[in-house]
Each structure stands twice: as structure tokens, then as C-alpha cells.
């Protein structure tokens, strides 16, 4: 899961290519942060793991198979309950459509990269949290290149939640829309509307909680701490420093491969890539916005095109074969995270700590 920031940049840049005027309706009025946060996919459904009842596991199925089908199954909502083509609804839509995408593309690129635990392997315990640490480094990296500011410079409160909170109607809608996808996974599940509205809220505190304008060591320390830095001299200090945004870290590692490192799909192995982080985001946004002139149809004709799931993809949004089944990575070749990772959280806390 690509972190915050690239799939907004990514998720901006796509909409642009797409249709120019609907960019620049949207994107510098209310329906931004709807749209931004739409870019988030899924991803919502990992961050919902404190209120129960939880909706962790949609998260897993949706990056396992189906994104594009839910796509669909957003875009009959919008045509049944909504109508409005800068809604909302309408926004988060067009946002959540651009996340497969990015996530196809640099998925592997990340796993390589970040290696994995494996159960009964204590070997592979120093890469927990590696794979979120990558991608808050590739997200500061992308946030510098693109607006040669500090990723302190972005503020979740203004641009990722919406203003007044989420609209009541989200969960309703988006419990359709995942009913229409996955018509047997969901036909047990009562309590399907709860768990959005709880994944809903637990995402707007986790952006909350690692907002890099109120994390980053550059943001005004007059006020107390937020909750995510006050425990990080606890137990899981090293998780909770994974999913900060770091500013202060390694520049001479090639992060990016945009210095000539190489690197190979995790799953598949051969044939040797070249392609910089950069390169795949460029990349996603040219799919993306395909994708997004197909949803754009759907708003003119208040109708679903026959080709959006497939062009959205249904394959896996994480890892897999050549035919995009889910699969497990074998190929990895490690950046120096776990040494950065430490080191992110002896610098946070101001202390020693065994390396």
C-alpha cells in the first residue's frame, strides 16, 4: 500500500491527464480532500483495527481481487443514490479509482525492496515495519521532488480529511457498493455498514496521529505531543516510527533507483528492471487516468461502461503471478531499513538504542 502522499500526488496528476476542467473544478474546491482521501482505496479498511467491529479483512480482499469490480459497484451506487458529478460520492469515486494503479506498480518495486518476515525464520524479524518505513521515504522523497518542499508542508487537516468530517451517507453507499462486488463474501455480514463507519472514523485518526505537519521534527513543538510520538519509548516504539514520515535520513542510499540500482519483481524474479520509483508513478498516472476518462463517461451517460472493472483490474493490488493472482515474494535484495528504522526512532526519542 503506497503510502498517503503518492496516491494523492499520483491520484491529482492522473485526474489532470484525464479531463483538465474536472481537475480544475474539483481539485481547489470542497470535493478535494473527498477526492485525496478516495485516492486511499482500500487502504481505509487496514486502518480500521481499533473500533469494533473491525473492517481489516476487506482491506485483505479488496488488494486480494476485485478492486475493479468494486469500482463498478461504486459507480451503480453514485447512479442510483447520487447523480451529482462533483458530489462528494462523486469525488471519493473518482479518487478511489486511481489507487489500483499505483499500487500494481510499485508493489513490487516496494517488497523487493523492503524484504518480509516469515513465520519460524527469527532471521527475517529485522524487516518488520521495513515495507511501511520504504514507502514513508519514497512518500517524503516524491513530496519533495514534485513541490521542493519539506513533507512537514503537508497537512492531512486540510488536505486528506474532508471538511466536516466524512458525509453520514459513505458508509451506506460504500456497504452497496461492496455488496455489489462481493456478493457472497458480504451476504453474512450483518454488520457491514458498522464496520465502514468505524473504518472510516479509525482512518481519520490515523492520518490524525501520523500527520507529518504535527510529526515532523520541523512542526512547532510549543503544544504537547501527539499520541503517535508520545509512545514511542513504549513497546511497539519501532512500529509506531514506521509509519511516521521521516525528514532526516540517508540521502546517499539510492531510495528511489534513480541512481542506477536494480531490482527484480519479488514473485517472478527475471528480467532485471530499471525503472526508478519515479518512473512507476509516472507510470500508474498515465493508467490511472484511463481509468478515470472510463468513470468520467459513466457521470455523462448515468450509466456503468462494460469495460471499467476490467480496465480498473481485478487481479491483486499487492503482489503475484504474471496472470495477477496473488502470490508469495521470493525475490528480495534489501535496502538498509531496518538501520534506518532504528535510527528514525533513537533520533525521535533521543536515545540509545541497541542496534
Known amino acids: 500500500m503506497p503510502s498517503q502522499i503518492a496516491h494523492a500526488l499520483v491520484g ?55 478492486f475493479g469490480r468494486l469500482v463498478e459497484g461504486m459507480l451503480e451506487t453514485w447512479i442510483l443514490e447520487d447523480g451529482e458529478p462533483f458530489s462528494p460520492w462523486a469525488a471519493f469515486l473518482l479518487g478511489f479509482a ?49 513541490t521542493g518542499t519539506a513533507v512537514s508542508a503537508f497537512d492531512v487537516r486540510t488536505r486528506l480529511i474532508p471538511p466536516g468530517d466524512f458525509p453520514p451517507e459513505f458508509a451506506a453507499r460504500m ?40 510529526t515532523s521534527r520541523r512542526a512547532d513543538d ?63 498516472e498515465s493508467e490511472a487516468a484511463g481509468v478515470l476518462r472510463i468513470v468520467l463517461e459513466g457521470f455523462r451517460t448515468r450509466s456503468v461502461p462494460p469495460n471499467l472493472a476490467e480496465t480498473a483490474g481485478n487481479g491483486t493490488l499487492n503482489v503475484g503471478d504474471a496472470g495477477g493472482r496473488p502470490a508469495r515474494p521470493r525475490f528480495k535484495d534489501p535496502l538498509p531499513l531496518p538501520e534506518a528504522l532504528g535510527e528514525e526512532l533513537r533520533t525521535r526519542i533521543g536515545a540509545d538504542l541497541p542496534h
Open 222 to 284: 510549543s503544544g504537547p505531543d501527539p499520541e503517535s510520538l508520545r509512545h514511542l519509548r513504549g513497546p511497539h516504539g519501532l512500529r509506531i516510527a514506521s509509519v511516521l514520515y521521516p525528514e532526516v535520513f540517508d540521502r546517499d542510499v539510492d531510495w528511489a533507483s534513480e541512481r542506477g540500482r536494480t531490482w527484480v519483481h519479488p514473485c517472478l524474479g527475471d528480467p532485471v528492471r530499471r525503472e526508478s520509483f519515479y518512473d512507476l508513478c509516472e507510470a500508474a
Open 175 to 214: 456497504t452497496a457498493a461492496l455488496r455489489r462486488a462481493y456478493p457472497s463474501e458480504t451476504a453474512g455480514d450483518p454488520r457491514l455498514p458498522v464496520r465502514i463507519a468505524n473504518a472510516l472514523a479509525d482512518t481519520r485518526r490515523f492520518l490524525l496521529l501520523t500527520n507529518p505537519a504535527q
Open 98 to 146: 486511481t489507487h489500483g494503479a499505483l499500487d500494481r506498480a510499485a508493489h513490487p518495486y516496494i517488497v523487493h525492496g523492503s524484504g518480509w518476515t516469515e513465520q519460524g525464520k527469527p532471521e527475517t524479524d529485522r524487516f518488520r515495519g521495513c515495507h511501511a518505513f520504504l514507502e514513508r521515504i519514497l512518500d517524503t522523497l516524491l513530496w519533495e521532488r514534485r
Open 12 to 66: 491529482e496528476a492522473a485526474l489532470v491527464r484525464a479531463d483538465p476542467e474536472s481537475a480544475r473544478i474539483l481539485l481547489p474546491g470542497p470535493g478535494a480532500a473527498h477526492f485525496l482521501m478516495g485516492c486511499q482505496g482500500p487502504d481505509i479498511f487496514y486502518h480500521s483495527q481499533r473500533t469494533r467491529p473491525v473492517a481489516l479483512h476487506y482491506g485483505v480482499l479488496v488488494h486480494r481481487r476485485g
